[in-house]
Structure formats: C-alpha cells, structure tokens
C-alpha cells in the first residue's frame, strides 16, 4: 500500500476558526477526517500532521524521504521564505503535491511566490480543502501506473 505523509504548517490547526473568510469553516479536525477517509477508499496509507516548529516538518520530511512515501504538504507561511523546509522537499523520493487552501496568487504580494514549488511534483492552490482531496486522488493515480 502506498504510504502518504499529508503535513501542514503553522496555524492550520486552527482551520474553522482562522480567517474563516480566506480558508473557509472546516475545521482541522474535518481535514484530518477528509484526508483519512480519502485515503481508504483510494487504497492510501494516508498519515495526517501538523506543527508550527519547522524542525518538526522538517523532521517528517526526512523521514518521508527515507520510507519513500508520497507527501501532500501545505507549507503554510513556511512556503514563502523556508529554503530549509525548500531543501527537505528537494530531498523527498517519492512525488511531492504542495497544497494551499487559499489562491496565494490572488493575495497579498508575499504570499504570491513560494520557494517550495520548484521542487513539487504539482502544486494545488484556491481549491479549499477540496484541494487535499484532489492531491491524494493525483497521488493513488501515480502508484496504479
Ligand atoms: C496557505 C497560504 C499561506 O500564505 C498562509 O500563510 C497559510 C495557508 C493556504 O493554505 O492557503 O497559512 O498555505
């Protein structure tokens, strides 16, 4: 069974509550919901976290890089400045979906480039949370070819 790291950044363990207008009123805790029960009906060994100390996701790369595993990862505000998360991605052996929420293009300047997708395999933005739902869709579609 193919294994999948879906990682999250600072601050969106408090998705329902943040800005409820830019990333919508799901909760974490549905995301977490959303991602495990895509990954059954798609065949995943799907493993959901989040952290707001970079070590930590940098920590979880690693070791996604180690096992091989896929990773759908929302870098949060780590995606705009992070060369360290940058080069734990550059690391990863298996493909790579970064995901945001909101559509980065259509905010603020800062948000509008992240040093994260050179390195992705694909990248998902402005979908909501749909857009995890989508990246694992792309993920299982990749270990059936
Ligand atoms: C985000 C966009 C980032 O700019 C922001 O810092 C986030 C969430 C998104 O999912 O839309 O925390 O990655």
Redesign the pocket.
């Known amino acids: 069974m193919r294994k999948v790291y879906v990682l999250n950044?600072?601050?969106?363990g408090r998705l329902g509550t943040r800005q409820v207008d830019?990333?919508g009123a799901t909760s974490y805790a549905d995301l977490v919901a959303l991602c495990e029960r895509t990954g059954r009906d798609l065949g995943l060994e799907v493993t959901v976290r989040q952290t707001d100390a970079e070590h930590e996701l940098i920590g979880w790369l690693h070791d996604a890089a180690d096992e091989q595993a896929a990773v759908v990862l929302?870098?949060?505000?780590w995606?705009?400045y992070s060369y360290a998360v940058r080069d734990a991605c550059a690391m990863l052996r298996g493909p790579l979906v970064e995901?945001?929420?909101?559509n980065?293009h259509a905010?603020e300047e800062f948000?509008q480039h992240s040093v994260v997708s050179a390195v992705a395999t694909g990248v998902i933005?402005g979908l909501g949370v749909d857009g995890y739902r989508l990246a694992l869709h792309h993920v299982a579609t990749l270990a059936a070819g």
């Open positions: 950044g600072p601050n969106l830019v990333y929302n870098p949060a505000a995606s705009h995901v945001h929420i909101s980065i905010r948000r933005c």
